[in-house]
């Protein structure tokens, strides 16, 4: 069983940053591709950004390149979002994805969210 808790959501002024951590627990996890999600209200979920399990392929959406990063440390089945230069745009709940692949699919295994909030 996989399980995902993620952490460090906020409120944040436009132009500020914000780290989100996951913890991931789970057999299997460390042979997993790991990725960040988000959902503003009344819009679908959307992909953010993505890591393979070796850490050494990322992907990320275009309107987040060159402001947030991806991490993950494999000692602590823990994945990072970095994310600055934050804009209003950048608001919705963040979900935290595993499995053997999270990019161009629906991945196996959700967190329950974390809400990011940007202000202008």
């Known amino acids: 069983q996989v399980q995902l808790v993620e952490s460090g959501g906020g409120l944040v002024q436009a132009g500020g940053s914000l780290r989100l951590s996951c913890a991931a627990s789970g057999r299997t996890v460390s042979s997993y591709a790991l990725g960040w999600f988000r959902q503003a209200p009344g819009k679908e979920r959307e992909f953010v950004a993505a890591?393979?399990?070796?850490?050494?392929?990322?992907h990320y959406r275009d309107s987040v390149k060159g402001r947030f990063a991806i991490s993950r440390d494999k000692a602590k089945n823990t994945v990072y979002l970095q994310m600055n230069s934050l804009k209003p745009e950048d608001t919705a709940v963040y979900y935290c994805?595993?499995?053997?692949?999270?990019?161009?699919?629906?991945?196996?295994?959700w967190g329950q969210g974390t809400q990011v909030t940007v202000s202008s």
């Open positions: 890591i393979s399990w070796s850490g050494d392929t990322t």
């Open positions: 994805a595993a499995g053997p692949r999270v990019v161009a699919v629906t991945p196996l295994h």
